[in-house]
DNA sequence: TTTTTGTTCGTTATGGATAAAAAACGTCTC
DNA sequence: GAGACGTTTTTTATCCATAACGAACAAAAA
């Protein structure tokens, strides 16, 4: 049946805004919850309902009074406010990249849902939405064969970003002066700047920004194929990179060099320039995944099982790979 | 529970294959007719027990002798052969083109799934599989919003096209003589002209043809997302024409011409003449699909001149997008 | 030995059940 | 009367059951 999660995830941050509240003061309505928490007015009740419960708050006629604050002890534990999908998801991701399966191998989805400790119905169903990213095949019986994350995905991948990210640039440069594209871009720009000073301290916040750049691109072909495709390439540069760290500041670096240069040239106006540093960076963007690949395939070290921790116990040094 | 249509079709297919013996004689081995039907051993010897059981054939030992030739009621309905999800997708595709659902509609999964006569299950099942299309979109509380078979969207399908198909095409001319894509663009271009000779009697056997050919030029390409779009594309034609077949004959014969220029192009591997005619017959193409759009949408009125010329009318504009 | 058949087991496609969550609809209060 | 609350109805996420289908294996026949 369906899981709470919704709930739990929405009780914890429900939890966090109860910090906002003076004891003994009133902590307003549930539309005005509802709202504040993006979730329906049912499961806010709910929440209320275990607030009350757990001796939070107290319902003093219509309104609902703060009891105490919370502490840690009332927190549902993080794992389980994630949905199965997003469970299913992280699982599988880790497994193509850890690299168990060979390019062309049939997927037994039973299998792999036992493995990841879901049903088959929600493997099937994760399954079903995931070959748009051309990484899976779908059998005429019905079974499933991984195509292989190869380096000639990650060539026709970045070939077809190349075109999409070029044909995007080419024609932001003609967005009027009052789309708020430009704006965005002055931000993303005075951004790099500001996380370049900080490089050695505040490197790893690149990926976020990285994406919000190439997002803000993408999203001038005012193409909803070109602007869903980046969800291909967010997903892939995502979860890639969050395994191979190596050289990680440099190349963070490098890329923010090559996006102000880049940036520099779209602000100006100027096809020619942006034409030039857009293809220089795909350049380099492509080189850096193909290693990345190379980095993942080769020398498994086979004496290190892949520390998958549910969670990262404090002090664990967080997804480094000691085979780099 | 799984329906039975794997079943029901080869048995359909292996009462027509019964024809092939005479009576009382052996009708072959279990494997032989897994073979021959693409079924697996196990349905077969569950159609053979059917047979028995209608008193088709009868178990003499080891042989498998026919006793009589099939009539057509031993037939199963042609309905009853049909994948679920091959219902669905007719189903939702009518729904979508000849559909009273506006876009940026919210979809109904349950209400639709009654309506077509199928599970729940089913339709989201379906539904989880077709967003890669851009026509829909996931709600974050789960529900789905149909995008809309709007102009926009056309002419954004139609902008990757041609990006695309030029891309294809120009790889095309660089592929090796020893390459079979040559042999298979000479046979094609020889359908052309075989389909031109009769173009009167057999012009709707240009869809399948039209599909062959720029199949051809995509696969050149050798990029699977590439490759990989133009299953949308294909089906978006495919679905789109089936309802509209007004002025089919002059835009069937009109794009063969198109195509015959373009195949020319390719063979002479000449790449500015490629990119003319390539460009040209995407404008075209655009058009037609455009115009079809509004054949749906507003009052059909069957008396209607074709609005699009084969060729470009002099001073027309190509590609223009109004919104630029 | 090679092919065919009988049998068993594992996997997949679908429908159905169920609790969660959202949405809809009144009623009530300030 | 606008917004808040209580209640009912509808829709969704997930798991499970089951028959269909496929694949592997052993025994039997050719």
Request: neutral net charge; contains cysteine; proline residues 4%.
């Amino acid at each position: 049946m369906k899981p709470n999660t919704v709930f739990k995830r929405a009780y914890n941050r429900g939890l966090a805004r109860l910090g906002d509240y003076a004891i003994a003061s009133d902590v307003g309505s549930e539309p005005s919850w509802s709202q504040a928490l993006a979730v329906s007015r049912t499961t806010v009740r709910a929440i209320f309902s275990a607030f009350a419960a757990g001796g939070l708050i107290a319902y003093d006629g219509r309104r609902k009074v703060l009891l105490r604050h919370p502490v840690a002890a009332d927190y549902y534990p993080e794992v389980e406010t994630e949905q199965v999908g997003a469970v299913v998801e992280k699982q599988f991701m880790q497994w193509i990249l850890h690299g168990d399966c060979k390019p062309g191998q049939q997927i037994n989805a039973l299998e792999l849902s036992r493995q990841f400790g879901v049903s088959a119905s929600a493997m099937r169903d994760y399954l079903n939405r995931f070959p748009r990213y051309g990484l899976l095949e779908r059998r005429p019986s019905g079974s499933w064969v991984f195509k292989g994350f190869t380096e000639d995905f990650a060539e026709e991948l970045c070939e077809v970003r190349s075109m999409f990210e070029l044909r995007s640039a080419l024609r932001f440069v003609s967005l009027a002066d009052e789309e708020p594209a430009w704006a965005e871009l002055s931000r993303i720009g005075n951004d790099h700047l500001a996380l370049l000073e900080e490089a050695e301290s505040r490197f790893t916040d690149f990926s976020a920004l990285d994406e919000r750049f190439h997002r803000c691109i993408n999203d001038a072909s005012r193409n909803r194929f070109i602007v869903g495709f980046y969800d291909v390439i967010s997903l892939i540069f995502h979860y890639h990179y969050q395994w191979n760290k190596r050289h990680e500041r440099e190349r963070n670096i490098a890329a923010m060099r090559e996006h102000l240069t880049y940036i520099d040239a779209l602000q100006r106006r100027d096809a020619a320039a942006v034409t030039q540093s857009c293809n220089a960076h795909m350049a380099t963007a492509r080189l850096t995944l193909l290693a990345s690949i190379q980095g993942v395939r080769e020398t498994p070290d086979p004496g290190r099982a892949w520390p998958f921790p549910g969670r990262l116990a404090s002090g664990e040094r967080p997804q480094t790979r000691s085979r780099h």
